[in-house]
T-cell receptor, first 118, second 116 residues
């Protein structure tokens, strides 16, 4: 079974603090992703990485940075946390699979980290 | 702009009953459509994935359909159980797919509650 783990299930931080969210996957997947999930908005992509030390901005990268020093680990960094970054953060990793004559990425999600910024 | 709209926003049914959730999308170019189940406080788990050439796919009591012409999908749940209570998210992938990351557009989800 694919396992994607996140360092914390719940986190409470103060405005201005630097926050690290860690994600580890054990299936040697190339691609890893960070999303945030807010009520009524669905999941929105913050950053993704397709290889070690490679990263690309998603739809809402402002206020965030990422680090991928090892293949299995993808970190999300909030340089100076703000209250509007209170959210559920989901990490995912993906591999390519074949179905119906086409190939695509199957994403596997971690359990999420609920971050509250006071 | 790529969009995925789901209906209804929430649904309450009695245990043992069937239900159908809807998904309409405007994503181009279309690559594949996925349905995920997300239990409260947990990450989404994939139920089905369909490419343009597939118009139905089943996973146990879950059956997804896809009409690429009308850009609609549905998820039918048969003989519902209490454990089906969750959020169901429709996700559409744009791009050519393949081994590169295809951009995903997520619906806002339908919250299903199954009562005994």
């Amino acid at each position: 079974d694919v396992k994607v783990t996140q360092s914390s299930r719940y986190l409470v931080k103060r405005t201005g603090e630097k926050v690290f969210l860690e994600c580890v996957q054990d299936m040697d997947h190339e691609n890893m992703f960070w999303y945030r999930q807010d009520p009524g908005l669905g999941l929105r992509l913050i950053y993704f990485s397709y290889d070690v030390k490679m990263k690309e901005k998603g739809d809402i990268p402002e206020g965030y940075s990422v680090s991928r020093e090892k293949k299995e680990r993808f970190s999300l960094i909030l340089e100076s946390a703000s209250t509007n970054q209170t959210s559920m953060y989901l990490c995912a990793s993906s591999l390519s699979i074949e179905s119906g004559g086409a190939s695509y990425n199957e994403q596997f999600f971690g359990p999420g980290t609920r971050l509250t910024v006071l | 702009k790529n969009q995925v709209e789901q209906s209804p926003q929430s649904l309450i049914i009695l245990e043992g009953k069937n239900c159908t959730l809807q998904c309409n999308y405007t994503v181009s170019p279309f690559s594949n459509l996925r349905w995920y189940k997300q239990d409260t406080g947990r990450g989404p788990v994939s139920l089905t994935i369909m490419t343009f050439s597939e118009n139905t796919k089943s996973n146990g009591r879950y059956t997804a359909t896809l009409d690429a012409d009308t850009k609609q999908s549905s998820l039918h749940i048969t003989a519902s159980q209490l454990s089906d209570s969750a959020s169901y998210i429709c996700v559409v992938s744009a791009g050519a797919g393949g081994t590169s990351y295809g951009k995903l557009t997520f619906g806002q989800g339908t919250i299903l509650t199954v009562h005994p």
